[in-house]
């Protein structure tokens, strides 16, 4: 049977690539191996021939933390997420409201974060925000943002930074602070250097 991945995932995947070039992939995984075909897991084709997981290495040097990815994604409540794993731990919108919780499979996950995206949306190509890379230029986000101030750091920081167009680091300093500022002003907004959602649909329709 043909397959394909999810194109949602694509993106995400791809967005990755494009921040961190020369990342490990030793533990990326999307179709499953003959142990996952003789379960139930989103890393089988679905009758559409749609592969809904992804695995993403943990590397923290040349790649993705792993940690501060999975908590991007449970900040985004991005509707096309099914379910998350990560370090032992699983987190989806349907049960606890995103809350992690224990995950006992025989896989601990702590060389890669698995994410699986639900069918209604599956092939969704709206670029990630919780992905730490900015957006394409014809895209817009397929989720909510989380609220950023100064003094907050992070991956949410890091799609901010790149959106303004100012240099990359991941914290919310003065600098970003003053940027955020002036594209407030620009938009007429309320000048406070708060990011809510209001300055992120301005930052969005600038792309």
């Known amino acids: 049977m043909s397959w394909y991945l999810a194109h949602s995932l694509e993106t995400l995947r791809g967005q990755i690539d494009r921040k961190y070039p020369?990342?490990?992939?030793?533990?990326?995984?999307?179709?499953?191996?003959?142990?996952?075909?003789?379960?139930?897991s989103d890393h089988n084709p679905d009758a559409d021939g749609c592969v809904?997981?992804?695995?993403?290495?943990?590397?923290?040097?040349?790649?993705?933390?792993?940690?501060?990815?999975?908590?991007?994604?449970?900040?985004?409540?991005?509707?096309?997420?099914?379910y998350i794993i990560w370090n032992k731990q699983i987190s989806n919108p349907d049960i606890d409201y995103w809350a992690w919780r224990p995950y006992t499979g025989s896989n601990p996950h702590t060389l890669h974060l698995h994410l699986s995206v639900k069918k209604d949306g599956s092939d969704d190509p709206q670029?990630?925000?919780?992905?730490?890379?900015?957006?394409?230029?014809?895209a817009k986000p397929a989720g909510p943002m989380p609220k950023l101030a100064r003094g907050q750091k992070g991956l949410a920081v890091e799609v901010l930074q790149s959106m303004i167009g100012i240099p990359v680091?991941?914290?919310?300093?003065?600098?970003?602070?003053?940027?955020?500022?002036?594209?407030?002003?620009?938009?007429?907004?309320?000048?406070?250097?708060?990011?809510?959602?209001?300055?992120?649909?301005?930052?969005?329709?600038?792309?």
Request: hydrophobic share 35%; aromatic share 6%; glycine share 8%.
């Open 169 to 207: 680091d991941g914290f919310f300093g003065k600098g970003t602070e003053d940027a955020v500022k002036a594209k407030q002003t620009e938009a007429h907004l309320v000048v406070d250097g708060i990011v809510g959602n209001y300055t992120w649909d301005a930052l969005a329709r600038d792309i």
């Open 52 to 82: 809904k997981a992804m695995d993403i290495t943990h590397d923290t040097i040349d790649g993705v933390d792993c940690n501060a990815l999975a908590e991007m994604l449970r900040a985004s409540k991005d509707y096309r997420i099914s």
């Open 127 to 138: 670029y990630w925000t919780a992905a730490p890379v900015p957006p394409l230029l014809e």
């Open 22 to 40: 020369s990342r490990d992939k030793s533990s990326d995984g999307t179709i499953g191996d003959q142990a996952h075909q003789n379960t139930k």
